[in-house]
Every structure is written in C-alpha cells, then in structure tokens.
C-alpha cells in the first residue's frame, strides 16, 4: 500500500500516469498482485490498460426516445388559459365600446329629433 502512495505521488510530478517513471501498466501490474496477495481470484477487479477495451453499445443520439418535458403540459395548460383570459378581455372590450357607440348614436337620434319634430320636416 505504500507503493501505491508512491505512485499517486509519481503521478502527480509527471502530470498525469503516462509518464518517464510510471506508466498504468505499471500500476495494473502492482494492483494486480495486491489483489493475488489478498487472496483474491480473477481480473474482474482491474482492467488491463494494454488489452483492447470493450466497449458499451449505447444507442445512437438519434435512436434514443425523447423524454418527454414534465413541465410542458401544465405550461401549456397555463399559456392556454392565459390566451383564454386575454381575448375574453378584448371581447369584453370590444362589446363595451360598441354599446357606448350605439347609445352615442342613439343621443344623436333624440337631439335630431328634438330638433326637427315629425310634423315639421318636409
């Protein structure tokens, strides 16, 4: 264990593992035996850095389902409403300006009215 200390050290001076002093081949090989000196069987508990890695089949970006937003729904729920709100708003608007026109326009009738009485005019 204390080459082991030794070695982080050594790793650190070189900047890294691969290096004049150290390399992790030389690392495996001390891990390896510790393990052997423990009693323990098999190279399940280290990866040899000189045998070609297996790799992981992981799926393709592009193969992989989109989750989808959990958030979305209840935003678009909200925007929705929000919409609702708002032209609820400029319909009410719209229905108020027309009633103000219309008893304008009725005001002008009685004033015309008042003006010319039905027996006068002609």
Known sequence: MALMEIDK???QLQ????????TSANIYEKLKRVTEAMGLKGDKYYTDPDKPQQQLALP???????????????????????GKAQMKQD???QKERMRQDTELQKEEMRQTA???PMGLVG
């Open 9 to 11: 050290g050594i790793v």
């Open 15 to 22: 900047q890294g593992v691969e290096g004049p002093l150290l």
């Open 60 to 82: 393709a970006p592009q193969q992989q389902e989109e989750q989808p937003d959990p958030l979305a729904e209840p935003k678009l729920k909200a925007e929705t409403e929000i």
């Open 91 to 93: 319909t009410d608007l």
């Open 114 to 116: 008042n003006i010319y």
